[in-house]
């Protein structure tokens, strides 16, 4: 049995907002609007809205991509009835897919995982687009250390629901108690180690952490790339 460690991609590994920021200001600029950090703190609230809608399944991805522009452009006063949001919204993947930016440390955290622990193996869990996680996984070099990549576009269900983690429990062929998740989402992430029995860590914790790991029935937490090593170290160890 392998000691089998389930990371989220976006502000767990990768910067999301880094490349986001890089990708919002491009299509902008592309399509005639000046970009502000105002548009783009915007975007973000809209974004994070949309997403939480989409795992609740009240919206459909297409939706989700559509709707995030068209409220974005609408804010600049901008005709979106003339505006081809899905095209924008493929550009804006685009330009995300090659400006990956690696979370301050993750690398460094990897390599000293897979140092001491030779019967770890790393697995990306995402809700995101294929097209962009895995051209920022490559972009950044996150695919020399990662057995393989469960994109819920490819999976055709997404992060909580359980028949998510019996898909990549079932492609990993292995029993639950070699399996923990870290992410920093409590929606996506803890909520979906929870349905599915299986440990959890939330990294980089914000809010009432003791409400939420109550709430969401959280193993371990860890607040920086040193914590989570030593905390999946003694995961390992209890678990051998």
């Not at 991509?65 to 974005?72: A, D």
């Not at 622990?117 to 895995?134: K, L, S, W």
């Amino acid at each position: 049995m392998h000691h089998n460690l389930l990371f989220d991609l976006d502000q767990t590994l990768l910067d999301f907002h880094a490349s986001e920021h890089i990708a919002l200001k491009a299509v902008m600029e592309m399509n005639g609007q000046a970009f502000t950090e105002e548009h783009y703190n915007s975007f973000k609230h809209i974004n994070k809205s949309l997403w939480l809608e989409f795992e609740k399944g009240h919206i459909s991805k297409s939706q989700l991509f559509q709707t995030r522009f068209r409220l974005l452009f609408e804010e600049c006063g901008c005709d979106t009835g003339n505006m081809d949001l899905l095209r924008i919204n493929s550009d804006f993947i685009d330009h995300m897919s090659r400006n990956g930016v690696l979370m301050d440390g993750a690398i460094g955290c990897l390599k000293d995982i897979l140092g001491s622990m030779p019967d770890a193996r790393i697995y990306v869990i995402t809700n995101g687009v294929t097209r962009n996680a895995m051209g920022r996984i490559n972009s950044t070099g996150l695919n020399e250390y990662i057995c393989d990549v469960f994109v819920s576009d490819l999976m055709g269900v997404s992060k909580p629901a359980t028949e998510y983690f019996d898909i990549v429990k079932k492609a990993v062929g292995e029993p639950d108690e070699s399996f923990i998740v870290i992410g920093d989402s409590l929606t996506s992430d803890m909520l979906g180690a929870k349905n599915a029995g299986l440990t959890s860590c939330w990294f980089m914790p914000e809010g009432d952490v003791s409400k939420a790991v109550k709430e969401y029935d959280i193993d371990y937490t860890a607040s920086s790339f040193d914590e989570l090593s030593g905390i999946i170290k003694k995961w390992s160890a209890i678990t051998e």
